[in-house]
């Protein structure tokens, strides 16, 4: 089976910074476009930031201007580098990726994120 491994989520005031981490297992990681999705109970999960395989990126417009999505295929591994965090920013975070339109690994545990005003 093919996964993923989130982390480096927290708590941090407004204001801070967190980095994740998300490690993939498999050989697809770098056709893969990657995402970061988050969560809150009884929330439908949305896209927070996605890189394509050649390094393109997108972003949900609230955290545009904050957030960082990167990846190192060498490592499978994606990043998602959280500035100027808001309390709004508070969710449990999890990575996925999608290859010819298909989510490629099982969803992970995910990384809790908390923002304290």
């Known amino acids: 089976q093919v996964q993923v491994v989130e982390s480096g989520g927290g708590l941090v005031q407004a204001g801070g910074s967190l980095r994740l981490s998300c490690a993939a297992s498999?050989?697809?990681?770098?056709?893969?476009?990657m995402g970061w999705y988050r969560q809150a109970p009884e929330n439908k999960r949305e896209l927070v930031a996605r890189?394509?395989?050649?390094?393109?990126?997108n972003y949900l417009d609230s955290v545009k201007g904050r957030f960082t999505i990167s990846r190192d295929n060498a490592k499978s591994t994606v990043y998602l580098q959280m500035n100027s965090l808001k309390p709004e920013d508070t969710d449990v975070y999890y990575c996925n990726g999608e290859f010819r339109q298909q989510l490629v690994y099982n969803w992970g545990q995910g990384t809790q994120v908390t923002v304290s005003s």
């Open positions: 498999g050989t697809i990681f770098r056709f893969t476009t």
């Open positions: 890189i394509t395989s050649d390094g393109s990126t």
